[in-house]
């Protein structure tokens, strides 16, 4: 089974501070996401890889930023966490077309 | 661009009764469709999926869902609900020649006693 590790369950940080969520993933998978999820807004598409050191913006990329140096490793950083990113944030990964997408367990993220 | 609408946001539904989660979408090219739940405080898990063949796809824990191409829709069915099954059900497609899911908005499925 594919296995998608988010590094954190629950996270609170003040505002201003510079914030990073780590995610991995078992099974070489080429593609990687990151969402946010808020309640009666469902999912939204912050940023995705489709390879190492290879990003594209989703729908929602303003205050993010992401990085992938390792195939199996998609990291989302927060440059200056403001109280509106305050959210459940989910990582997830897919190889062939088709297949769908491994989810990790979420984030769930507050800033005071 | 392609659009996923789930038309309810919340289902009530009492324990062993049916429940139908209605799902429709719009694109212009092939398509795969998926269906996702949600338990409380968890990540999203693949229910069931179609990506050709059978109209007509079932998962392990008694969920239905049927592709209707003309219609346009992907409902997910099941003929009796556990009190287990009160989560977050989402519908996602993916386009035949693309990497990246389009999700509705979920629908929240309350099973009651």
């Known amino acids: 089974d594919v296995k998608v590790t988010q590094s954190s369950r629950y996270l609170v940080k003040r505002t201003g501070e510079k914030v990073f969520l780590e995610c991995v993933q078992d099974m070489d998978h080429e593609n990687m996401f990151w969402y946010r999820q808020d309640p009666g807004l469902g999912l939204r598409l912050i940023y995705f890889s489709y390879d190492v050191k290879m990003k594209e913006k989703g729908d929602i990329p303003e205050g993010y930023s992401v990085s992938r140096e390792k195939k199996e490793r998609f990291s989302l950083i927060l440059e200056s966490a403001s109280t509106n990113q305050t959210s459940m944030y989910l990582c997830?990964?897919?190889?062939?077309?088709?297949?769908?997408?491994?989810f990790g367990s979420g984030t769930r993220l507050t800033v005071v | 661009a392609q659009s996923v609408t789930q038309l309810d946001s919340q289902v009530p539904v009492f324990e062993e009764a049916p429940v139908e989660l209605r799902c429709n979408y719009s694109?212009?090219?092939?398509?795969?469709l998926f269906w996702y739940v949600q338990y409380p405080n968890q990540g999203l898990q693949l229910l069931l999926k179609y990506l050709s063949g059978s109209t007509l796809v079932e998962s392990i824990n008694g969920f239905e869902a049927e592709f209707n191409k003309s219609q346009t829709s992907f409902h997910l069915r099941k003929p009796s609900v556990h009190i287990s099954d009160t989560a977050e059900y989402f519908c996602a497609v993916l386009k035949a020649a693309g990497n990246k899911l389009t999700f509705g908005g979920g629908t929240r499925v309350l099973v009651k006693p």
């Open positions: 997830a990964s897919s190889s062939n077309r088709g297949s769908g997408y491994t």
């Open positions: 694109s212009s090219v092939s398509v795969y």
